[in-house]
């Protein structure tokens, strides 16, 4: 049995789209039959233990969420593993944390043109699907900052801070 993060995109976000934390841990446990659900924050950061593939994962987990709650959520399942990855080889390690942010996309993003960024905000890696973003000025504002709005791309992104606890909570026994 695996341990995985499920990244929830788009919930809880002002006044639409609520979900209670709680009742996505019942959902998850209860309905679904995943192992020790915790979550984090009130945004939509899941850990659980299960076997299978992230891929079905984040089929089984989008259709349920959606049946369940009423509205689409764009959900994106790692590994616990391949989540550390990622904050491991952040190549912009260094620079203040508030700055940083990883997204994890379900496929190649349509990424801005190169003239529209500075060199050293963005890495895209293709193996594993995942953007390292350095953004100075605030995500919102960011030319880079909602990568899976265009096309089928399912994405979202958490900031560095955030990735880090979620690493930690899912190597707590």
């Keep these: 049995m695996a341990t995985w993060v499920a990244l929830l995109r788009g919930i809880n976000v ?4 609520r979900v209670a934390m709680a009742e996505l841990r019942t959902l998850l446990g209860d309905e679904l039959g995943f192992d020790d659900v915790r979550t984090l924050l009130n945004s939509g950061n899941v850990v659980f233990a299960a076997g299978g593939s992230a891929a079905a994962h984040e089929k089984t987990l989008a259709a349920e969420l959606e049946a369940h709650f009423g509205f689409p959520i764009p959900t994106v399942v790692r590994s616990a593993a391949s989540v550390r990855s990622a904050l491991e080889r952040n190549p912009f390690a260094g620079a203040p944390e508030k700055e940083l942010h990883i997204v994890f996309v379900s496929a190649k993003p349509p990424l801005p043109a190169p003239d529209a960024i500075a060199p050293d905000e963005l890495s895209w890696s293709a193996k594993d699907r995942v953007v ?23 994405a979202t ?7 880090t606890k979620l ?3 899912a190597d707590r026994p």
């Design 14 to 17: 002002g006044t639409a789209h």
């Design 132 to 154: 390292h973003l350095r953004v100075r000025n605030g995500l919102a504002g960011s030319k880079i900052g909602d990568l899976g709005k265009a096309g089928d791309v399912v």
């Design 157 to 163: 992104s958490r900031s560095v801070a955030t990735l």
């Design 167 to 169: 690493v930690e909570l």
